[in-house]
């Protein structure tokens, strides 16, 4: 299938590494122009160059920015507008916030997290948008998390800050539509980042097991019977932005091997 990337201006945030790198691989694979951003301009200089090797007939610029500051959200989108002049793709990923369950966290915690899966989303989006309907043509990817479906008790503040973005996406879809902008989220579990390798390593020295075992595990709950990878995510994102996908708008889709059915 020929999704019609070829040539798109694309903005994906947190992609020096995890599942935003992974997307910003996808897109560069088919074929899009990609602005990659997150906070460490080192990290973002190492990816931008793999990201070069991967298709070499495209462009990829990187900009740093700290998303729970709106100075430097803004500047980051002043950026794409001199490098791009416009803007086709957003795939928007964040950190995830502290974890913790609801009482073991303070006042600074929960505001942190608001700034990072709430208000980040907002400043994110109201740019980015602005730059689609100029074109009247877009397409907004939120990576959000399963949380959002079935709550994870040492996790409340993913589990309640990112509601917001459940709102937003919706909200959006409804007022972008004339715009020929579609906006969508997609809600991942267990994937095999960095991150979550890090934790199987952590336990499969604390249990004494081997880090297969940990994985396993760490996915006992899904059906499937394993966890997912970067890849998988990142070929979904790339659909939802594609030309085909022009009629799927307004929707929050678990990535989850079924573990949300449970």
Request: aromatic content about 6%; some cysteine.
């Amino acid at each position: 299938m020929d999704l019609g990337l070829q040539g798109k201006k694309a903005l994906v945030t947190a992609a020096s590494r995890g599942l935003g790198y992974a997307c910003a691989e996808m897109l560069v694979r088919e074929g899009a122009n990609v602005i990659i951003s997150s906070r460490s301009r080192e990290a973002l200089e190492k990816a931008a160059a793999r990201l070069r090797k991967v298709n070499p007939h495209v462009e990829v610029y990187y900009h740093p920015a700290d998303l729970t500051r709106k100075d430097e959200v803004d500047r980051l989108f002043d950026f794409v507008e001199e490098v791009f002049g416009g803007l086709e793709i957003l795939v928007y990923s964040t950190g995830g916030p502290k974890p913790g369950r609801f009482m073991e966290l303070d006042d600074e915690d929960w505001e942190e997290a608001a700034r990072l899966v709430g208000l980040s989303a907002v400043w994110v989006a109201r740019r980015a948008a602005r730059l689609m309907m100029r074109q009247g043509w877009g397409r907004m990817v939120f990576i959000g998390s399963i949380t959002l479906i079935k709550p994870y008790l040492n996790l409340a503040t993913s589990s309640i800050m990112r509601m917001p973005l459940l709102g937003l996406v919706r909200t959006l879809a409804l007022e972008l539509a004339p715009h020929g902008i579609t906006v969508n989220a997609v809600l991942p579990s267990l994937v095999l980042t960095d991150r979550v390798l890090q934790l199987a390593r952590r336990k499969a020295e604390e249990e004494g097991i081997s880090m297969e075992e940990a994985l396993q595990k760490m996915a006992y709950e899904i059906p499937v019977g394993r966890a997912a990878e970067p890849e998988e995510l990142a070929a979904l994102v790339a659909f939802l932005a594609s030309e085909p996908a022009g009629f799927i708008t307004g929707t929050a889709i678990p990535f989850d091997g079924g573990r949300s059915l449970r």
